[in-house]
């Protein structure tokens, strides 16, 4: 039998923790609460139209309605709802690791470190493997907004890769963990540099990155 892939182990722990704290707790998405975020993830999986507004901001009404019918109900039962996908594409295996391993991993985070108590993370390495590998794809598409080359490389093996190529390019340094949710927009982060000319550090640091 197949061990649980790493999304999976963040969307039960993302639960695991989300009942600790509380429909109320407060999260790094925003004026989203721990419920709002379970609302999300709950409609970009079990709601086709919903999920459309995630995508594509002119529908973003419709994601707006089906979170707020979910709002409706009682916060475990939509916690337990969200703990197993499911009968939905995201439960075949590789379904879950392109389209859910970033995705749980981040909002897991934004929800740890939404708290004032935080503390940076620690993976195995196979689990900081299938991030670099995973953000390795999805980070390009990433870091169009900054308009600059961009370039990441891990903290602990020095491995590099060029996300959006050119001429004196920035280079992002951290852990897997840390430099995907600097791309992912996030600023709670701990232990990342940068290296490159001034002007376009600058610029890829002010930069409206993510999804």
């Not at 079990?46 to 979910?70: N, Q, Y």
């Not at 927009?185 to 990342?192: E, N």
Request: hydrophobic share 40%.
């Amino acid at each position: 039998m197949r061990s649980p892939t790493l999304a999976r182990r963040e969307r039960h722990d993302l639960c695991d923790l989300a009942l600790v704290l509380g429909e109320d707790a407060p999260t790094l998405c925003g004026e989203w609460t721990a419920k709002e975020l379970v609302a999300h993830l709950l409609v970009r999986e079990h709601s086709p139209l919903g999920a459309l507004g995630i995508a594509v901001e002119t529908f973003a009404r419709l994601t707006d309605r089906a979170m707020a019918r979910l709002g409706r109900r009682d916060f475990a039962v939509l916690v337990e709802q969200l703990r197993e996908p499911g009968l939905t594409p995201y439960a075949l295996w590789p379904v879950e690791v392109l389209g859910n391993t970033l995705e749980y991993l981040v909002h897991h985070e934004d929800l740890r470190r939404a708290q004032t108590d935080w503390q940076p993370r620690e993976n195995t390495p196979a689990d900081d493997d299938a991030i670099w590998t995973a953000i390795r794809i999805g980070g390009r598409a990433l870091v169009r907004p900054a308009g600059v080359p961009v370039r990441i490389r891990r903290a602990d093996t020095g491995k590099e890769v060029t996300l959006r190529g050119g001429a004196e390019p920035v280079t992002i340094i951290g852990s897997p963990t840390e430099v995907t949710l600097f791309l992912f927009g996030r600023r709670q982060l701990h232990d990342v540099t940068f290296e490159g000319p001034t002007e376009k550090v600058a610029a890829l640091r002010r930069a409206a990155l993510g999804f």
